[in-house]
């Protein structure tokens, strides 16, 4: 049986002054949008305070993947969930009380998400996989878009779908995700794909995704 690819494209490289037009461009061909929340704190970048990141959740016309690289996870995720993002994801190396996160984030009617940095151990984590909608295994350092695909998380992305075993979880990666990349991920087991520069950099971004789709697609298969 054919497995579900999804491919989430990150805003983080698009034209930031018009952004509802940035997402009009990819949303024929995008699952959904995957919107990088930084607070400088967590990480070293700064992209969207609450209320700049309700606007664009406001406009988008795709449903929305909020990826929040925030410190007190535990009392902003649920925010986002509330204002009507599709998926909400937080780290675990950024909340206190992950359990309980998760669930309010599900409370508010958002698919829960459960992200670890490249130095984070998944094993660790996997106790929680009853309360998640979606594993974000890290393939960069989080902070900026447009660095190298980190080879040495295959084996973690793999780890990740033992745990996942037949549950419907979806399998997540994000950083350095290209046509070059992409297969790798996939063959290890990820299913859902955050790709930033690969596609906002393209000449045409629409294009750019169904590549990605299809390469992901053809080792899913
Ligand atoms: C990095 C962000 C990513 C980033 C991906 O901290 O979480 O979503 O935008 O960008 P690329 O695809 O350029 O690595
Ligand atoms: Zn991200």
Known sequence: ??????ITPSILNANFAD???????IAQVSD???LDVMD???????????????KIIRQSVLPVDAHLMV??????APQYAQIGCASVTLHVEATRDIAATLKAIRNAGAR????VKPGTQITDYEDFADLVDM????TVEPGFGGQSFMENMVPKISQTKKIIGDRPIWLQVDGGISPETIEIAA????DTFVAGSAVFRAEDPAAMILKLRALAQNVAD
Request: glycine share 6%; aromatic share 10%.
């Open 32 to 34: 959904l949008v995957h």
């Open 187 to 190: 063959a290890a087991g990820a």
């Open 40 to 54: 400088d704190l967590f990480v070293p970048n700064f992209t969207f305070d609450f209320e700049a990141a309700s």
């Open 1 to 6: 049986m054919s497995r579900e690819v999804r």
């Open 112 to 115: 829960a998400g459960l992200a």
């Open 135 to 138: 594993f974000l295994i890290m």
């Open 71 to 76: 410190l007190d996870a535990d009392s902003i």
């Open 19 to 25: 952004l509802a037009g940035e997402i009009r461009r």
